[in-house]
């Protein structure tokens, strides 16, 4: 029999965290580690290089990584804001009751300095895009906030609702990074990185799950929405976002077989070589649905880290993706 929490209610959720010096924990309070979600910028300018003349390629990566520095940011001032909210319950939790504001080591205070000086930064780093695009890139960057304040407020509180939400932060990514980039998004990428972003967050509910199962507490005991969820429910939804997640891209390679194919190694017919970029993929996603499903992680990111074989499937992809394009794009066929 699981028992909502594993601490009493009237402890001290603060008395057994180890003390860590204030900058360190205002770096753990911003969570440079989850900037990595920032790298969805990336993916419109990186498939759009095969359209552009290779003397505008470095003008674009350039204005494409500082668009990710503004998303970086703007994602850690929206992480404190939600830490700031959700102190209370994250005292009770086993894990969340260490981060800097639950266990007191950043006061309320010092963290809403922290959110003005994160925005501000990347209100700097705006000013660096270049004027025509920056407008677009302004909107996104808003919108994106917006949308995670309207997470943390009302619809993280309501089941499907608050995974489309987290799953819109991805697309706004995507749509930062090719405004500020002044490239047109396909539907094709925004599908695929809607489904995408949906897994990860399915799987990231159902881990939750297996963790708080493991440890003897249940979920919704630290985030209620767990509580109008079933292990059946995530099981479902995680294969067919997976599944639309495979489709999907499978569909976009596919659809482009007259942009990435090229004769090589000898072959008399040109094959689209991004073909390959689908094993990596579909075993990043099957072995993230593995993962999850024996509650080893229950964060995707902290899976991406962590998990070597991850490591090794995704920089294959890279790998794979970022070679088909070069070839393609320097061929000139």
Known sequence: MTTHLTNSANSDPTQDVPPRPFLLSVIKLARPQQWV?????????????????????????TQGLI????????????????????????????????????????PAGAAWVIIVALLAGAAAL???????PRAGLALMVGLYVGNVIAYSTVLKH???????????????????GCAATGISPSTWLLNVTLFLAMFLAFGKRLGERRTAESRGF??????????????????????????????????YIQSR??????????????????????????FALLRSVALV??????????MMMKDKAMWLAVGAFIAVSAAVIYIKVTSGV
């Open 37 to 61: 979600k920032s790298g969805f910028v990336l993916l419109g300018p990186l498939y759009g290089l095969r359209e552009l003349a290779r003397d505008q390629w470095g003008h674009i990566l």
């Open 67 to 106: 668009a990710a520095g503004i998303f970086a940011l703007a994602s850690s001032a929206c992480y404190v804001f939600n830490d700031l909210r959700d102190a209370p319950q994250d005292r009770a939790h086993p894990r969340k009751r260490h981060r800097p504001i639950a266990s007191g080591a950043v």
């Open 126 to 132: 705006l000013m660096l895009v270049d004027p025509a």
């Open 158 to 176: 309501i089941a499907m609702a608050d995974v489309v939400s987290l799953a819109l932060g991805f697309v706004f990514r995507v749509l930062g």
């Open 218 to 251: 249940e979920a919704s005991a630290v985030r209620g929405v767990q509580a109008k969820y079933t292990d059946h429910l995530l099981r479902m939804a995680v294969v067919v976002t997976a599944v639309a997640t495979l489709v999907t891209y499978a569909g």
């Open 257 to 282: 077989d007259s942009e990435f194919s090229v004769a090589l190694l000898g072959m008399p017919e040109k094959f689209n070589w991004l073909w390959l970029t689908i094993l990596p993929a579909t």
């Open 293 to 302: 499903e024996v509650g080893r992680y229950d964060d995707p990111t902290e």
